[in-house]
């Protein structure tokens, strides 16, 4: 069983950054894709970042070149760091990783609110 426990959302300016951070507990063996995903205003569920095991990345049309995705095995930290922050990037971010291939295991935080005022 694998753990996921987001950190570092909170409020912030328009054209400001944050970055979210999330511990990985448990039995972690690679190969591994982690991702984030995120709930924002009108919208359902969406991804808006994932890593896969061999590194290569892939964003969402609305974060990219302002998102990045990132993680330090030797931590079993996962992170996003969201730069030039927009009101439409409020809402809940969730930390997710499965083990690879897929085969329908799925790991999910519970979350975290990030908030963008203008």
């Known amino acids: 069983q694998v753990q996921l426990v987001e950190s570092g959302g909170g409020l912030v300016q328009v054209g400001g950054s944050l970055r979210l951070s999330c511990a990985a507990s448990?039995?972690?063996?690679?190969?591994?894709?982690i991702g984030w995903y995120r709930r924002v205003s009108g919208k359902g569920r969406e991804m808006a970042a994932y890593?896969?095991?061999?590194?290569?990345?892939m964003f969402s049309y609305d974060v990219e070149g302002r998102f990045f995705i990132s993680r330090d095995d030797a931590k079993k930290m996962i992170y996003l760091q969201m730069n030039n922050l927009k009101t439409e990037d409020t809402g809940e971010y969730f930390c997710?990783?499965?083990?690879?291939?897929?085969?329908?295991?799925?790991?999910w935080g519970r979350g975290i609110q990030v908030t963008v005022s203008s």
């Open positions: 997710y990783a499965h083990p690879q291939p897929y085969h329908g295991v799925e790991y």
């Open positions: 890593m896969e095991d061999d590194g290569s990345t």
């Open positions: 448990g039995n972690i063996v690679r190969p591994y894709t």
